[in-house]
């Protein structure tokens, strides 16, 4: 998949050499500009001797107005990062904030409010609801807040996604790429402070998850959104402005200006140092939800 051009491509952080280790894993941005970051994340899933370290003392910051990828080997960290990051998981240890708000401080419902309001989601599973049209569906998450849409932002969104035809289907008139971009315009109609995607072309084949990828670098680009994907696939990550790279539970590095090339080597460079360093019981050594290794 070809990288989407655009004016808002920034160099950001220097490019890391190779595996930085823990030194890597402190690459929050100094002036405060990033939309969210975690600090000193540490995630436990188990206890005892069940017990799975899933993050690892992780601290990043995902810039405003940037798009960046996190990637890592099946039981990376990598979706429990992204989880804690949004509010959908709470951390062990550490802290995680949207902004300058810390989510390990704020009640359920104050939880609940911020993540309708300031943060969007995009996942494998298009998760749109089958009863409504392809308009109510985008609509939906403002309509529950009790908010008016923003017209002219809904038009522009729906213009963007190129449904303007189809705002009177429902999901199941639509093909998959479809409702992943119905489900991206849903992320972006409430103009969230930042949008997660966790593995958001999964279910698609290569030409409907690189519209949605498209899709997702125009919102940053032309809308001034910042949006955080997790992702195993280079060529999907190869359209993001920076990539983080997650090896059991740790930040290793980090990748400015990625390519599909360079991404799968620097993967496969993580993939040879795990077959000559097995996983231990520190990580479970496999890919066990809720309870064993992370994805």
């Known amino acids: 998949?070809?990288?989407?051009?655009?004016?808002?491509?920034?160099?950001?952080?220097?490019?890391?050499?190779g595996d930085g280790g823990r030194s890597a894993g402190t690459a929050v941005p100094p002036d405060g500009t990033a939309a969210a970051r975690v600090e000193g994340a540490t995630k436990v899933y188990g206890s005892g001797d069940a017990a799975v370290r899933a993050l690892d003392g992780v601290s990043v910051g995902f810039p405003a107005g940037r798009f960046t990828a996190i990637m890592g080997p099946s039981g990376s960290g990598k979706s429990t990062l992204m989880h804690c990051a949004a509010g959908l998981d709470t951390l062990t240890s550490g802290a995680a904030y949207i902004g300058g708000t810390e989510l390990g401080s704020l009640g359920d419902r104050q939880l609940t409010l911020l993540r309708r309001e300031r943060i969007g989601f995009v996942f494998q599973s298009f998760n749109l609801v089958p009863t409504l049209t392809v308009a109510e569906n985008i609509t939906l998450p403002i309509d529950l807040a009790g908010r008016r849409p923003d017209r002219e932002w809904v038009e522009a969104l729906v213009d963007v996604v190129g449904?303007?035809?189809?705002?009177?289907?429902?999901?199941?008139?639509?093909?998959?790429?479809?409702?992943?971009?119905?489900?991206?315009?849903?992320?972006?109609?409430?103009?969230?402070?930042?949008?997660?995607?966790?593995?958001?072309?999964?279910?698609?084949?290569?030409?409907?998850?690189?519209?949605?990828?498209?899709?997702?670098?125009?919102?940053?680009?032309?809308?001034g959104?910042?949006?955080?994907?997790?992702?195993?696939?280079?060529?999907?990550?190869?359209?993001?402005?920076?990539?983080?790279?997650?090896?059991?539970?740790r930040l290793v590095?980090?990748?400015?200006?990625?390519?599909?090339?360079?991404?799968?080597?620097?993967?496969?460079?993580?993939?040879?140092?795990?077959?000559?360093?097995?996983?231990?019981?520190?990580?479970?050594?496999?890919?066990?939800?809720?309870?064993?290794?992370p994805a």
């Open 1 to 17: 998949m070809s990288r989407p051009a655009g004016p808002l491509r920034s160099t950001g952080p220097r490019d890391t050499a």
């Open 163 to 223: 449904l303007g035809e189809r705002l009177l289907h429902r999901p199941g008139e639509l093909s998959g790429g479809q409702q992943q971009r119905v489900a991206v315009a849903r992320a972006l109609a409430g103009r969230p402070d930042v949008v997660f995607a966790d593995e958001p072309t999964g279910n698609l084949d290569s030409r409907s998850g690189g519209e949605v990828l498209d899709l997702l670098g125009r919102a940053v680009r032309d809308m």
């Open 225 to 249: 959104r910042t949006v955080v994907m997790v992702t195993h696939d280079p060529g999907a990550a190869a359209h993001a402005d920076e990539v983080v790279f997650l090896a059991d539970g």
């Open 253 to 293: 590095d980090r990748m400015t200006a990625p390519t599909a090339g360079r991404v799968l080597d620097r993967m496969k460079a993580f993939d040879g140092r795990r077959q000559d360093h097995p996983a231990g019981p520190r990580d479970g050594g496999g890919d066990r939800r809720r309870g064993g290794a």
